[in-house]
């Protein structure tokens, strides 16, 4: 098989590779002088170098050669600067060695043969990982050839968790279910069943062909990396490592826990993949209604009936809170819509232990449906006794 080594071209004509077209093009005049024929006659160490600085000096005195062999470290007319450019970063990013011209296959240029002419670097081949590399960088573009994946972390989900009005107020288990990721029953995440299968790729030859410009190479097989041998994919999870999975979450809700707060459950996100750890569920709080109590916070808020004397006159009402019955002194002439505070009646507060919240309560005033002519006399009389006009403010005011 034919092979090349790479020349220093830099090095040939004795300068420096930041050197400017200018300091390129005097140092071959320079060595030009030295081991040109005329002043060698027979003298074939001085014509070889001679031959060896016009390589150089050609490569290196243009611009377009130059950026190619800076590039890769060997220049050819298949290859555009743009291309090698491409090539050149993911060199970086791999930190390959560098090139190696062993198994080219050169076959495409005697106009055909076999795609499989350069059978003989097989799979293990010193240099087959630079070979490799060089045409999933240059010829098949973005492919990038895949590398083992090491552990990857699960990801975090979130998810709103309803939670009784009582069990957020006084704490207790709480129940959801949850979509979440988990490591494969079967493979236990490995991803794989079994030992390795023929590559269905290069059908188990380790190599495929691959057109860069004219010319036709063999290259490692980008799918097996020139195995001929390719994983097993677990057919359950179909070689991800995770299965989707609904489970129910038991979780602890802490007395006073509020509307929209949020509970962390570690490691109960989706599963890592290849042994990494599994992520985090975040569970947003929503608290659920009453039909008399309504939470703000760890204020309570209800709205309590009153009938005209009771408003009228002033009354101790039993009112209900989240503790039972409690007594609510209603003063008196208080108005329909007034509010009132009952202090410390409210939540257990989760932040602030031992604080509590008040309970508000918003006094509605029942006006009687008078059904016999005794309680209408009375009501006549009651007006004629307090006659003032409560509109009078609102024709002051315009
Ligand atoms: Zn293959
Ligand atoms: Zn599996």
Redesign the pocket.
């Known amino acids: 098989m034919p092979t090349t080594t790479n020349k220093d071209y830099y090095a040939l004509l004795g300068v420096k590779k930041t050197a400017t077209s200018d300091e390129i093009r005097k140092a071959f005049r320079k060595a030009a002088r030295r081991y040109h024929p005329d002043v060698n006659p027979g003298d074939k160490k001085a014509e070889e170098k001679f031959k060896e600085i016009s390589e150089a000096n050609d490569i290196l005195s243009d611009e377009k050669k130059r950026k190619v062999y800076d590039q890769l470290g060997f220049y050819s007319d298949q290859i555009d600067p743009a291309q090698a450019e491409a090539y050149a970063r993911q060199q970086g990013a791999g930190g390959r060695p560098p090139v190696d011209f062993g198994g080219f296959d050169f076959s495409g240029f005697s106009g055909g043969g076999s795609p499989h002419a350069g059978a003989g670097s097989g799979p293990g081949t010193p240099g087959w990982g630079s070979f490799k590399d060089i045409f999933s960088g240059i010829f098949s573009g973005a492919q990038q050839p895949g590398r083992p994946r090491g552990p990857q972390p699960g990801s975090d989900l979130e998810y709103q968790a309803t939670v009784d009005f009582w069990t957020a107020i006084r704490g207790g288990q709480a129940r959801l279910q949850v979509n979440r990721q988990e490591t494969?029953p079967?493979?236990h995440g490995h991803?794989q069943?079994g030992g390795p299968v023929q590559c269905s790729e290069c059908n188990g030859s380790g190599q495929v062909t691959q057109m860069g410009g004219r010319m036709k190479f063999n290259i490692a097989c980008p799918r097996c990396h020139g195995t001929g041998r390719a994983p097993n994919a677990?057919s359950?999870?179909h070689g991800?490592?995770v299965?989707g999975r609904a489970e129910a979450v038991e979780f602890r809700i802490k007395a006073g826990t509020r509307d929209g707060q949020r509970i962390r459950l570690q490691g109960k996100g989706n599963a890592g993949g290849n042994g990494g750890p599994a992520g985090d569920l975040y569970l947003i709080v929503r608290t659920g209604t009453h039909p008399v109590f309504t939470r703000m916070g760890d204020d309570i808020q209800l709205t309590v009936p009153v009938t005209v004397p009771e408003a009228s006159l002033g009354a101790k009402v039993d009112v209900p809170t989240i503790e039972g019955r409690a007594q609510l002194k209603i003063p008196p002439g208080t108005q329909s819509g007034q509010k009132l505070r009952m202090r410390e009646r409210g939540v257990e507060s989760a932040q602030h232990p031992g604080q509590r919240g008040d309970q508000i309560v918003t006094v509605s005033v029942v006006v009687p449906h008078l059904q016999d002519e005794r309680s209408r006399e009375i009501m006549r009389e009651l007006a004629k006794l307090n006659s003032q006009d409560p509109r009078v403010t609102l024709f002051d005011k315009l």
């Open positions: 494969c079967t493979c991803a069943a677990c359950t999870c991800e490592g299965v």
